[in-house]
């Protein structure tokens, strides 16, 4: 009869390779796990940050003359715009106004009402378009303007920015949802022409 069995040593270093081997895996596989996350969080950021600049560079394209005569352009400075533009496809223009709260970009309309068209500020709508902008931290505007003489290369205008010279503007965005985890900030920028001042 064969009286051979299983040592303890045996046990013990079969153990150690099992615990090994598991831990091995499992830090695989939480590695693996971390990494998809970030990458569907900068995927996520990504789509937020197109759809809110093509949101911005839609209605940025129709300003107009507002509905009480006042210049398409009521404000053009580094991280806030001012305009009017009929957005809902009715029989008045709105005001429209983009500006960076902090890390927030934030839209707010108005609609011109009373016997007298006036546009008041009270009855301002207002959302939150996008978080998590670093613009202000990297010191970087988030509209750049043009004015008609731009042939697509050169830098635009100085601010102050005088509203009437505008022609085109440039909006970007520096989105960074968590700095310890993702490699770089993502940067989405877009240009337009503002339709209804075009000279050429």
């Known amino acids: 009869m064969d009286r051979r069995g299983i040592t303890l040593l045996e046990i013990v270093i079969s153990v150690g390779i099992f615990v090994m081997l598991t831990f091995s895996i499992a830090y695989i596989l939480i590695t693996t ?10 995927l996520q950021i990504q789509n937020e940050g197109r759809k809110v600049i093509q949101q911005v560079v839609d209605e940025v394209r129709r300003a107009e003359s507002s509905s009480i005569g006042s210049y398409a352009i009521a404000t053009s400075s580094a991280n806030d715009l001012v305009f009017y533009a009929n957005i809902d496809d ?10 960076l709260d902090g890390t927030v970009l934030k839209r707010s309309t108005v609609k011109p009402s009373g016997a007298d068209l006036a546009y008041n500020n009270a009855n301002a709508f207002v959302v939150e378009l996008a978080h998590n902008l670093t613009n202000a931290a990297d010191g970087e505007a988030v509209f750049e303007y043009y004015d008609g003489d731009y042939t697509g290369s050169g830098s635009g205008l100085t601010q102050p920015v005088s509203t009437t ?35 050429n």
């Open 90 to 99: 009715d029989e008045l223009r709105e005001r429209v106004r983009f500006w």
């Open 165 to 199: 010279a505008v022609r085109a503007v440039r909006v970007q965005l520096n989105f960074e949802r968590a700095p310890d985890k993702s490699p770089e900030p993502l940067r989405v920028e877009a240009f337009t022409s503002i339709r209804n001042l075009k000279t």
């Open 33 to 42: 796990l971390k990494s998809n996350a970030i990458v569907w969080d900068q």
